[in-house]
């Protein structure tokens, strides 16, 4: 699916995002250097993203979708009628659509809000989602998890989506204080589904981030490319490499430019000069591997009463339902 700039219709989507300067100073200000991963998703990084997703080697998307198709109908059940959905990055909410299907069969109209930094990526999910789903009325929400207040205004029942292992993205404290965060902002009775990828045979975890059409070093080396089209950069993209490689005592993937020499790179914008030695790296992404345990300990923990679990046969991705009570 091609997220091209014909398919953004700004006029639907409010809330221009800020620049990405402060986090862009501040991460490469650090030792050693850093960019938070949501800096990932401009347009050409969406798009990029959708093509991961179709990867032989991108299990998680696939594995997902499998574990939303044959248990669909069970999830709604445990939904109350007339129940709104929000989804915290929801990018193009291609397997979202499994789910609002089912539900369009429950309910008569569906009121969807998709949250995503990424305007492009949000656009083509309320396209989409419309046109195929004509009882399901789409209301974009541009802008970054750390705003969470367009959930409590919606009228209850509602249920929340954090799927697509998104929140494999943040360490430990930070995914329970975003759990506790979207806890704040619903009632008793609210619930929230949670998508996270399992540990398994390291080799699979492993091609899944270092596939062999290279798209997955394009997404990554595309943050390069964004600093210099958004702040007048002079990064150099092939002067650095994609790196990703499985830490097992963190129990992540790492996703990092990695210098492939020593170089000094200017970003006009922020009127800054970064020194790179050779070799030195800029980690740009977690995406870490939970066990059911885990997952359904950090739903408790952000303030959630865990109702189910799905999982695939192979036990690679995991589906989880808390509820507020
Ligand atoms: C791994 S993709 C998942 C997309 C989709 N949910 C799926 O399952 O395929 C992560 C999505 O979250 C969005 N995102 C990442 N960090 C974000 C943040 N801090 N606030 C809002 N959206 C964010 C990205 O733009 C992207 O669309």
Not at 100 to 127: C, E, I, M, W
Not at 228 to 242: A, T, V, Y
Not at 244 to 249: D, G, K, Q
Not at 269 to 276: G, I, V
């Amino acid at each position: 699916m091609m997220i091209t700039s014909k398919s953004l219709n700004r006029k639907s989507i409010p809330a221009p995002l800020p620049s990405i300067a402060e986090d862009v100073l501040e991460g490469l200000s650090r030792t050693p250097k850093s960019l938070p991963p949501k800096l990932l998703y401009d347009a050409t990084g969406s798009d990029l993203f959708e093509q991961i997703t179709c990867l032989p080697e991108y299990y998680p998307t696939r594995t997902e979708a499998g574990i939303l198709t044959v248990h669909a109908e069970e999830i709604c059940s445990h939904l109350r009628r007339n129940v709104s959905v929000s989804e915290l990055g929801a990018g193009t909410a291609t397997k979202t659509r499994i789910l609002l299907r089912s539900l369009v069969r429950q309910q008569f109209g569906v009121n969807y809000f998709p949250l995503d930094v990424s305007d492009a990526a949000l656009q083509l999910a309320k396209d989409e989602v419309e046109s195929e789903l004509s009882r399901v009325k789409v209301h974009p929400q541009l802008g970054d998890f750390d705003n969470l207040t367009f959930l409590e205004h919606q009228s209850p029942p509602r249920l929340v989506l954090y799927i697509g292992s998104s929140i494999g993205n943040l360490e430990n404290d930070a995914a329970i204080a975003l759990l506790q965060n979207i806890a704040r902002n619903l009632s008793t009775g609210d619930k929230l589904l949670l998508g996270a990828d399992l540990v398994k045979d390291i080799n699979v975890m492993h091609a899944a981030y270092n596939d062999e059409a290279g798209v997955t070093a394009l997404f990554n080396k595309n943050l390069l490319v964004r600093i210099n089209r958004e702040l007048s950069g002079h990064f150099d993209p092939e002067s650095f490499c994609h790196i990703s490689f499985w830490n097992e005592a963190e129990s992540r993937i790492e996703l990092h430019l990695e210098s492939a020499c020593r170089q000094a790179v200017r970003i006009d914008t922020l009127d800054m000069t970064f020194h790179f030695d050779r070799g030195e790296r800029i980690h740009t992404e977690n995406s870490y591997k939970y066990t059911v345990e885990h997952l359904e300990n950090l739903l408790r923990s952000g303030g959630f009463q865990v109702e189910h679990t799905w999982t695939d046969p192979d036990s690679w991705f995991a589906v989880s339902l808390g509820v507020i009570t």
